[in-house]
C-alpha cells in the first residue's frame, strides 16, 4: 500500500463522513452535495458504532426522520455497514425495508463498495466469502455478516450486533392499518434478533407518515431510550434536537438539492397531506387534511341556550367494550338540529368494560340533555349490537342503531366535508372541542378515528337533503 493510500485508509477508518466522501463515486455517479445534515448523521452514527466496536451497553436506539432525497439511505444503509467493516469486520448486521428488491438492492450497493479495488486496497482485512456471497445476505472472513431483509418477511435463526430499519413502510400504503401494523411488528421482531439485548441498537430512518407509523410506535413505548433526530425540510416546531435548528440556511435544511422552488414542487405533486408526512416531518398538513380545522364553527353555551327551541337532542355511539387504553375506545357526541345547522353539544371517550359501558353510556345521554324525543344510535358492529340489546332491556331509552355504512371512511368524510367548510357544523365550546378538531382535522394520520365516524353519521342523519324536495318543475308550475 502506498503512503497516499495508508493516509487514506486511517483518515476513513477514523471519520465516517471522510469514508462517505471517499466512496461515493465508487456507488454514485451524480457529483455529490455534501450539505451539513450528511456530516452531522455520520457523527452521530459513528458515536453508536463506538458502541458496538467496543461491546459496550448501548445508549440509546435512534430513529432519524429525514426528507427524501436526501442521501438518507445511502449514509444510512449502504455506507455505515461498509464503513462499520473497517472498524470491526466481526460485526453482523440485518437491514430492513418495506420490500425486499429495495432492500436487497440496498446490500447489493454495499457490498458494490466492499468489492470495490479501492475498499480492497485500504482494507485488505475484508473480505467477503466465496460460499457466502449473495446478494441478500453474505459474509467476510471474520465471521462479519449482513442480512437484508423487509416487512412481512421471516427472520429466523439470524442475529446482529446491530439493526438498521430503512423505511419499514411504503408512504403509500401507510393509511393502511393492515400494512402499518406489518411494519410494526415487523419492527418488532426485528427487536429480537439481537446478539446482545443490551448491547444491540436498532438505527431506524424513515419519513412521518401517520401518528401510528414506526416512528409513533417506538416513541410510544420507549422514548425515553431513543435518541430521536427529526429534520424537516423547513424549520419548524419539528426540528430535534433543537440544537441544529440553527444549522438550517434561509430556514432550509438543504438549500441546494431542496431549494424553495423545489419544495414548491413537491407540495404541488403530492398534496398538503403527502407533504407534510414526507418533508415537513408531521404526518397531519398545516391546519388539517380533508377537514380544516378552522372550518369548524363556536357557539358558547350561554348563547346556544339562547338559541335552542327544545329540538331532539341525538347521540351517536361507537363502541368498544375494553378497559385497556391500548385498544380503540368508545365514542359518544350528543347533536342536535338547529335551523340548517349541526349543532355538536358534547364529545367523549371512554375505556370501560361491557357492564360499565352499559351504565356509562345512560348516565351521559342524562348529563347531556336526553328527553322523551331523543334517540341513542349506536354503530352497528358486534359490540355495538350488544350494547343496543342491553340498554333496550334494562333502560327505557330510545336506542337504535345507525345506518351500516357502504362506503370507506375517507370517502364519507370527503362526502361530509362540503357541511363542516360551509359553516354548517357548530360546536358548543368546551374543553372536548380540542381533542374532536384535531382528531378529525388530521384524519386518516391520527391514532383513533371514532369522532371522525361519529361526525359523518352525524351530519348524514341530520344534514342529508331530503327525499321530498319540491322539484324545480313544481316549483315552475306554482309561479
Keep these: 500500500m502506498t503512503l497516499a493510500y495508508a493516509v487514506e485508509s486511517e483518515v476513513c477508518k477514523k471519520s465516517f463522513y471522510e469514508f462517505v466522501k471517499s466512496f461515493w463515486s465508487v456507488i454514485i455517479a451524480e457529483e455529490p452535495v455534501f450539505n451539513w445534515h450528511i456530516e452531522y448523521l455520520c457523527s452521530e452514527l459513528q458515536t453508536l458504532a463506538w458502541y458496538i466496536v467496543n461491546r459496550q451497553r448501548k445508549p440509546y436506539d435512534v430513529i432519524i426522520n429525514i426528507p427524501p432525497g436526501t442521501t438518507k439511505t445511502t449514509i444510512t444503509t449502504i455506507m455505515f455497514p461498509a464503513w462499520l467493516w473497517t472498524q470491526a469486520p466481526w460485526i453482523r448486521i440485518i437491514t430492513n425495508s418495506y420490500a425486499g428488491d429495495l432492500s436487497v438492492e440496498h446490500a447489493s450497493k454495499s457490498k458494490d463498495i466492499i468489492m470495490s479495488e479501492k475498499y480492497k486496497i485500504l482494507f485488505p482485512n475484508v473480505i467477503i466469502r466465496r460460499d457466502k456471497s449473495g446478494k441478500e445476505a453474505y459474509e467476510n472472513t471474520e465471521m462479519g455478516s449482513r442480512l437484508s431483509t423487509s416487512t412481512n418477511s421471516a427472520i429466523t435463526g439470524k442475529h446482529a450486533h446491530i439493526i438498521i430499519n430503512d423505511d419499514p413502510v411504503n408512504p403509500k400504503q401507510a393509511d393502511s392499518v393492515a400494512l402499518r401494523n406489518q411494519s410494526n411488528i415487523q419492527t418488532q421482531t426485528l427487536s429480537t434478533r439481537k446478539v446482545d439485548k443490551k448491547g444491540t441498537p436498532m438505527v431506524t430512518i424513515m419519513q412521518r407518515l401517520h401518528e401510528l407509523d414506526v416512528t409513533g410506535f417506538l416513541l410510544s413505548k420507549k422514548a425515553d431510550k431513543i435518541r430521536h433526530i427529526c429534520l424537516p425540510a423547513e424549520v419548524t416546531g419539528n426540528v430535534k434536537p433543537e440544537s441544529v435548528r440553527e444549522k438550517y440556511i434561509n430556514g432550509l435544511l438543504d438549500p441546494i438539492r431542496l431549494d424553495r422552488e423545489v419544495l414548491e414542487e413537491a407540495k404541488i405533486d403530492l398534496g398538503a397531506r403527502a407533504y407534510a408526512g414526507q418533508y415537513e416531518q408531521n404526518p397531519v398538513a398545516d391546519g388539517g387534511n380533508i377537514i380544516k380545522k378552522d ?29 385497556d387504553a391500548a385498544n380503540d375506545p368508545t365514542g359518544l357526541i350528543a347533536t342536535c338540529k338547529i335551523g340548517n345547522d349541526l349543532y355538536v353539544l358534547h364529545g367523549k371517550k371512554v375505556y370501560q368494560n361491557f357492564p360499565n359501558l352499559c351504565r356509562f353510556i345512560p348516565a351521559y345521554v342524562m348529563e347531556h340533555g336526553y328527553k322523551s324525543n331523543s334517540s341513542i344510535r349506536i354503530e352497528p358492529k358486534a359490540n355495538g349490537l350488544s350494547v343496543i340489546d342491553q340498554l333496550k332491556e334494562a333502560t327505557g331509552l330510545n336506542v337504535t342503531k345507525t345506518v351500516s355504512p357502504t362506503e370507506a371512511k375517507d370517502t364519507r ?66 309561479v
Excluded: M
Excluded at 303 to 315: D, K, L, M, S
Design 295 to 323: 372550518w369548524f364553527k363556536y357557539i358558547s353555551q350561554d348563547n346556544f341556550n339562547v338559541a335552542y327551541r327544545n329540538e331532539p337532542i341525538i347521540f351517536f355511539a361507537d363502541t368498544a367494550y375494553t378497559a
Design 413 to 478: 368524510l370527503n362526502a361530509a366535508s362540503p357541511k363542516v367548510e360551509c359553516g354548517r357544523v357548530i360546536l358548543v365550546q368546551g374543553s372536548w372541542c380540542d381533542e374532536f378538531v384535531e382528531e378529525i382535522s388530521g384524519f386518516p394520520a391520527k391514532a383513533h378515528d371514532e369522532y371522525v365516524d361519529l361526525l359523518c353519521y352525524a351530519i348524514d342523519y341530520h344534514l342529508k337533503p331530503t327525499q321530498n324536495r319540491i322539484n324545480l318543475q313544481s316549483l315552475s308550475e306554482l
